[in-house]
């Protein structure tokens, strides 16, 4: 068969000419940030901001500034950059980088469904992934500064044959023999052969099973995907529609000629059943455990049972679909995340067809997850402002109001509907981490929202655009969201046994399996709440009060005989300490009166680098052992200044020695340049928070003029 997508026959042995960058404008609506790529005529009406140039790494007309030689000088000078980023809407954009496998996952959906690549879009895709393959071997690893494994090199190879390099491109020859040495594409773990397979270039029976009938199990049994954590269920929801029903296009020359280039042997020679458990030792990070190995061999013949006379399985599928639907509707066809969001498209694209209105609403919203903005950024700065002690200054006031602005469209006006048929916490009240249309209640975000409205309303020339109500209502929301261990999980409580870990069949990432307690969002709701008594002194008292004091007993509880904590939002237990450290200040258990605390500090005092600052580097959050970066980090050094600063460590050199150290570091109008990936999820994969090197700088600086003065 022919191939007829337009890209995947362009077969190009050179670099295309990219976009020219001054047409690019980013477009902000309701947090909601899309690039557009204008005309020559469109650009005389749309000039660029200087947050679309700093974005695309243009050269910034940001005005150079008298050298800083204080703490607060130097916050203020950061905020000044700072604030020329702020978006038309009020919150301060970001690229949510860093995981490598969420493009290629789009545009193999964009190949499967006959959805063309916009040019402008194409060629910008093309010029990231080649910028960020491996600079050695030239493949591509799971984040951007992990090692060439086979799910991500497959899969971004195959990207980029689709976009239009073709096989004799200097980039892919070199990432073709980087797959080859680690034994080809038989070697990808689960979600790399589904993705193959979804495209014909693996066979289903090389897959272990995904049985859409779990989902009509009986919903108290421990294995229903309603007690899994959300982003793991919501994923293996249309994986399942589509695994089950076999589902992939016709194979034309392309792929034919994909199948001869990803593979060390012949495609028709492969035993495809024997790969279903061959992982690359690259890739592998989370090894299957016996029982769903066992589990799996039973499937395998279940599975081969004929749909037309498998009853429960059609039912399944029905039920199936029936679930993508609210997951779409309730989110706008944003989904929870990228990659669910992708395969929704698809089973949208099988069931309904291209010219639906699910699969045109999908095609719609998905330039939205090319870039992203969240709540959690825009909350960060508010808080660093005020406590700085400058957000109420009158050039400051206008870019606090649209932040205030802003978070009050973010919140959350509604319960879905059916929330409890499509196994959604409330949601009324609370805020999502990113875009309120998404619409996912996260423990976290929400209190961190509730403190920014709490400590912009109360500046003298800030409209109270929140009105008390809705105060109240984030407040019950997280009322309802604390485990019996006392701590937070993030997007719910802990729904199933912590043995379905044992169940894991991802490989490559760990704690997937359920909801987990951890410091970071305990602390953010225990603050919250904390923020939240002090004007609202009456509101729900006796139960905020019970339920802080089994949050700051989870944090005791979590310490390590070091005296750290274990991150799980950011790198790694310098984040961690952070969080628990504010946890304990805020009940009054300090360095001088807390021997937790103490513990917290002296670790993080034993961690402080020569040039006085601290790195971390992000296999710690792999190995669970602390790991020295081997540069240190600006936004490590604010997080563990602020952290010493929350416990009053009683020596104030250390402190000091890591200011010193953000200040040398900022830039002459401002700014600080990007250093190492600062986020991880799921242990295993790193993703770039950009914006950590503006908040936590200023609030470093800040904090430390208000205790020690201007030094």
């Known amino acids: 068969m022919k191939e007829t997508y337009r890209s995947a026959l362009l077969n190009l042995t050179e670099n295309p000419k990219y976009t020219d960058l001054s047409r690019w404008r980013l477009r902000v609506k309701e947090g909601a940030q899309t690039w557009h790529y204008l005309t020559e005529e469109e650009v005389k009406t749309w000039p660029q901001t200087a947050a679309d140039r700093y974005f695309l790494g243009l050269p910034s007309d940001a005005p150079e500034l008298p050298k800083a030689k204080t703490p607060i000088e130097a916050a203020k000078k950061g905020f000044e950059f700072y604030k020329r980023l702020q978006t038309e809407d009020g919150h301060w954009a970001g690229e949510y980088g860093g995981p490598m496998f969420m493009v290629p996952g789009l545009i193999i959906s964009h190949y499967i469904t006959g959805t063309p690549v916009p040019d402008h879009e194409r060629l910008e895709i093309i010029r990231y992934l080649l910028n960020r393959a491996h600079p050695d071997d030239g493949g591509?690893?799971?984040?951007?500064?992990?090692?060439?494994?086979?799910?991500?090199?497959?899969?971004?190879?195959?990207?980029?044959?689709?976009?239009?390099?073709?096989?004799?491109?200097?980039?892919?020859?070199?990432?073709?023999?980087?797959?080859?040495?680690?034994?080809?594409?038989?070697?990808?773990?689960?979600?790399?052969?589904?993705?193959?397979?979804?495209?014909?270039?693996?066979?289903?029976?090389?897959?272990?099973?995904?049985?859409?009938?779990?989902?009509?199990?009986?919903?108290?049994?421990?294995?229903?995907?309603?007690?899994?954590?959300?982003?793991?269920?919501?994923?293996?929801?249309p994986m399942g529609y589509i695994y089950a029903k076999k589902l992939r296009p016709e194979p034309t020359d392309f792929i034919h000629d994909l199948r001869r280039e990803i593979y060390v042997q012949p495609y028709e020679s492969i035993d495809w059943n024997a790969q279903r458990n061959n992982i690359a030792k690259e890739d592998l990070y989370m090894p299957h455990t016996k029982l769903i190995d066992f589990i799996d061999e039973i499937l395998v013949y279940y599975m081969k049972v004929p749909l037309s006379v498998n009853k429960l399985r059609q039912y399944a599928l029905d039920a199936t679909v029936d679930l993508i639907r609210m997951e779409d509707e309730n989110t706008f066809f944003l989904d929870i995340g990228p990659v669910n969001k992708v395969l929704n498209w698809l089973v949208c694209y099988y069931h309904y067809g291209k010219e639906s209105r699910e699969f045109k609403e999908h095609v719609r919203r998905n330039a939205d997850f090319m870039w992203l903005g969240p709540l959690w950024d825009t909350a960060f700065v508010a808080q660093a402002c005020c406590e700085a002690g400058f957000a109420d200054e009158a050039k400051n006031i206008p870019a606090m109001r649209k932040a205030l602005e802003f978070l009050d469209d973010c919140q959350i006006k509604r319960n879905v509907p059916d929330i409890d048929k499509c196994y959604r916490h409330v949601s009324l009240g609370a805020w999502p981490f990113s875009t309120r249309d998404q619409g996912y209640t996260v423990s976290d975000c929400t209190a961190e929202g509730l403190k920014s409205v709490l400590q912009l309303q109360k500046l003298s020339q800030m409209p109270k655009l929140v009105n008390d109500d809705r105060l109240k209502q984030a407040v019950d929301v997280l009322l309802t969201m604390q485990n019996s261990d006392g701590g937070f999980a993030s997007y719910e409580r802990i729904r199933g046994p912590q043995w379905l870990e044992w169940l894991n069949p991802a490989e490559v990432f760990g704690d997937i399996m359920i909801e987990y307690s951890y410091p970071e969002c305990t602390t953010a709701v225990l603050l919250g709440l904390s923020s939240f008594k002090k004007t609202f002194p009456d509101y729900r008292r006796a139960e905020i009060d019970e339920v802080s004091r089994k949050a700051v007993q989870y944090i005791r509880k979590k310490q390590r005989p070091d005296g750290s904590w274990f991150g799980s939002w950011a790198i790694c237990f310098t984040y961690a300490a952070l969080f628990s450290l504010d946890s304990l200040a805020s009940v009054g258990d300090t360095y001088e009166t807390c021997e937790h605390s103490r513990r917290g500090?002296?670790?993080?005092?034993?961690?402080?680098?020569?040039?006085?600052?601290?790195?971390?580097?992000?296999?710690?959050?792999?190995?669970?052992?602390?790991?020295q970066h081997p540069q240190s980090q600006v936004v490590q050094t604010a997080w563990a200044c602020l952290a010493l600063m929350s416990a009053k460590y009683p020596h104030k050199e250390p402190i000091k020695r890591g200011i010193e150290l953000i200040m040398s570091r900022q830039q002459a109008n401002g700014e600080w340049l990007q250093e190492g990936i600062e986020g991880v999820f799921n242990r295993n994969c790193m993703i770039s928070y950009p914006n950590y090197k503006f908040s936590f700088t200023i609030w470093a600086l800040g904090r430390y003029a208000r205790l020690y003065g201007n030094e």
Not at 184 to 197: D, I, Q, R, V, Y
Not at 611 to 617: A, S, T
Request: charged share 15%; glycine share 12%; aromatic share 14%.
């Open 601 to 627: 500090c002296d670790f993080l005092i034993s961690k402080q680098q020569a040039d006085g600052g601290w790195g971390e580097l992000y296999k710690s959050c792999e190995t669970g052992v602390y790991c």
């Open 140 to 237: 591509w690893g799971l984040h951007i500064e992990g090692h060439s494994t086979v799910f991500i090199t497959a899969l971004t190879y195959v990207a980029l044959r689709i976009l239009g390099l073709g096989a004799d491109h200097p980039a892919l020859i070199k990432a073709r023999g980087t797959l080859h040495k680690m034994g080809g594409a038989t070697g990808a773990p689960a979600w790399g052969k589904f993705w193959l397979c979804a495209m014909g270039l693996y066979e289903w029976e090389g897959m272990n099973p995904v049985p859409p009938e779990l989902w009509v199990l009986p919903n108290f049994l421990p294995i229903h995907p309603g007690k899994w954590w959300v982003h793991t269920r919501m994923v293996y929801l």
